[in-house]
């Protein structure tokens, strides 16, 4: 089992930035994949970023190439999310999870996290 606790969402202006945090509960975290989601009112969730096991590989969703960093601490049992030039479409739900990169921007869950709110203003 792995429990996931996502914090650092909040209300920040476009271009702004923010830094989501998502610990895990479990002596077998370095052995997931670990990924985040998000989900805007009226959406699917969608896969924003991706990151492998050793921190080697990551993946980005286009919309947030270049402004979205993805990474993780294995032995602090965390992943991060550094949002830079915010948006107002980034407005949503944030959500971690823990499974498996199946694929080019394909990830398939095991855990999610409980979801912080991330709120951009114009």
């Known amino acids: 089992q792995v429990q996931l606790v996502e914090s650092g969402g909040g209300l920040v202006q476009a271009g702004g930035s923010l830094r989501l945090s998502c610990a895990a509960s479990?002596?077998?975290?370095?052995?997931?994949?670990m990924g985040w989601f998000r989900q805007a009112p009226g959406k699917e969730r969608e896969l924003v970023a991706a990151?492998?096991?050793?921190?080697?590989?990551?993946y980005y969703a286009d919309s947030v190439k270049g402004r979205f960093t993805i990474s993780r601490d294995n032995v602090k049992n965390t992943v991060y999310l550094q949002m830079n030039s915010l948006k107002p479409e980034d407005t949503a739900v944030y959500y971690c999870?823990?499974?498996?990169?199946?694929?080019?921007?394909?990830?398939?869950?095991?855990?999610w996290g409980q979801g912080t709110q991330v709120t951009v203003s114009s």
């Open positions: 999870a823990a499974g498996r990169i199946v694929g080019t921007g394909i990830f398939k869950h095991e855990y």
């Open positions: 990151i492998s096991w050793s921190g080697g590989n990551t």
């Open positions: 479990g002596r077998t975290f370095s052995s997931y994949c």
